[in-house]
């Protein structure tokens, strides 16, 4: 998790910075460090100023710093992290920041977003347009209908209904029930048909903020299913971890002689059609002696066992309810993936708005470092890597045009105001509200750092 998450970000940070330093250079300004990390104790510019290695090449030195944490471009005249107001006291010279026209300065401060939306655009582009489109098509999901789980039936959706708009208008897929349109609009709704009855059910404005839960689940199709793979002897510590129980209790499939491919027809003598009905079944069952009734090639056969206290058996399930793909022509994944990487900026004005009006907990929200690093996963995936890469990409274009000091936005903010004025801030004014910057990205830093630390621990 954490080597995917450090070279995800690496390559942002770098081609963030890049955005900086070539612009700078097209407006013939001095870039005198380009880093990946910082080469000093993040944010005090003074303190333990070493790099892991550093080239000096023309004007500019390139390194790797040794503190892991973003990186940066230092361009001669700019007040920034690293240069305040007493190295700026003297006249400018022409190739500093701080002597060319605003335009062209705005136009620096506004390249690493660019470089960081341009990223983004590509990398989903590109995804769309070799992976195409795999998804549970409205008829197929509505032909058994949906298992409401916890939080559907809190809502009121009811298992076996059959989902026949969103929002009060027709749908392509199952996971256009779970959209941003759905969890982050106002009013949302699903309009169902439970047995011969149409029923609208509302969706609560505060919905998003159960569905960040992880233990908590929502709906799902309601599907056939066999048996993938038995559980086999793993690490007790492993089996806990997966399945909640002893590891001397995981493994009554494998000793009653469950095998991969077979079908699971019946639990003490009830049929069982869906996956969701063995899951139901097994648990009713916990700690007890069961007759599990099989298919296997043709052939009825029945197992006998004691269900695991968790409610397992230790088999996993293979959906026989199968997705439709479709493929894109470039043309069409350039339109569609661009659409997909700008989402990721709605999203977050949506979900700024959902904070802002107390229907979401900032705690719930919004994530650090250690919640980032576990939506990569434990397992390497290029797709899912790059998928959040670009998901990072086009969030942190986002974030660094909010206008806040020290941000990209925050440097904007001034530069704009000197346009339509015509007077530059002061540099006071500008090394005050980089510090005030420091402060609240410093503050927000240790929020999302604390909050993943207790989401993962309580």
């Not at 197929?140 to 409401?148: F, H, Q, S, Y």
Request: overall charge neutral; some cysteine; hydrophobic content about 45%.
């Amino acid at each position: 998790m954490a080597g995917q998450l450090i070279l995800g970000l690496s390559i942002l940070v770098t081609l963030h910075e890049f955005g900086h330093f070539i612009t700078a250079k097209w407006f013939k300004m001095r870039v005198e460090k380009f880093y990946l990390f910082f080469d000093f104790l993040f944010p005090v510019p003074t303190v333990l100023n070493f790099a892991l290695f550093k080239k000096k090449v023309g004007d500019t030195e390139y390194g790797l710093g040794w503190f892991p944490l973003g990186g940066y471009v230092s361009i001669a005249g700019m007040i920034d992290e690293t240069q305040d107001a007493e190295t700026l006291a003297k006249e400018p010279e022409s190739w500093e920041f701080r002597a060319k026209p605003a335009w062209q300065r705005l136009i620096v401060m506004l390249g690493g977003v660019i470089v960081n939306v341009i990223t983004g655009v590509v990398i989903f582009v590109c995804l769309t347009y070799s992976n195409g489109n795999n998804y549970i098509s409205k008829n197929d999901l509505n032909k058994n209908g949906i298992v409401a789980l916890e939080l559907g039936q809190q809502i009121g959706l009811k298992t076996g209904d059959k989902i026949l708009q969103v929002n009060g208008a027709d749908f392509k897929s199952a996971s256009d029930l779970r959209s941003s349109e759905v969890f982050l609009g106002d009013n949302s709704s699903y309009t169902v048909l439970r047995g011969s009855q149409e029923i609208v059910v509302k969706i609560p404005s505060n919905f998003i903020e159960k569905l960040s839960d992880k233990k908590a689940a929502f709906i799902e199709p309601m599907s056939k299913f066999r048996v993938a793979e038995v559980a086999g002897p793993h690490p007790p510590s492993l089996l806990d971890k997966l399945f909640g129980g002893k590891a001397e209790e995981m493994l009554p499939a494998l000793a009653a002689g469950l095998k991969a491919g077979d079908y699971i027809t019946s639990v003490n003598n009830q049929p069982i059609h869906f996956y969701h009905e063995a899951k139901e079944a097994l648990a009713k069952e916990a700690g007890k002696s069961i007759k599990l009734g099989i298919s296997r090639n043709g052939k009825a056969d029945t197992l006998r066992l004691v269900v695991a206290s968790s409610g397992q058996i230790g088999f996993l399930a293979e959906m026989l309810l199968k997705p439709t793909h479709e493929d894109y022509t470039f043309t069409e994944a350039a339109g569609i993936g661009t659409s997909r990487a700008f989402s990721v900026i709605t999203d977050n004005i949506r979900g700024f708005k959902k904070i802002a009006s107390g229907d979401v907990s900032a705690s719930k929200a919004l994530s650090g470092p250690i919640g980032i690093a576990q939506m990569f996963g434990g397992v390497w995936d290029w797709s899912r890597f790059w998928m959040l890469t670009g998901l990072l990409s086009m969030a942190l274009a986002f974030m660094n045009i909010l206008p806040i000091p020290a941000l990209d936005g925050g440097h904007a903010i001034f530069l704009l105001f000197e346009m339509i004025t015509g007077k530059p801030a002061s540099i006071k004014v500008l090394e005050r509200a980089q510090q005030i910057g420091m402060m609240i990205l410093l503050a927000l830093m240790a929020y999302t750092f604390g909050n993943d630390l207790f989401k993962a621990f309580f």
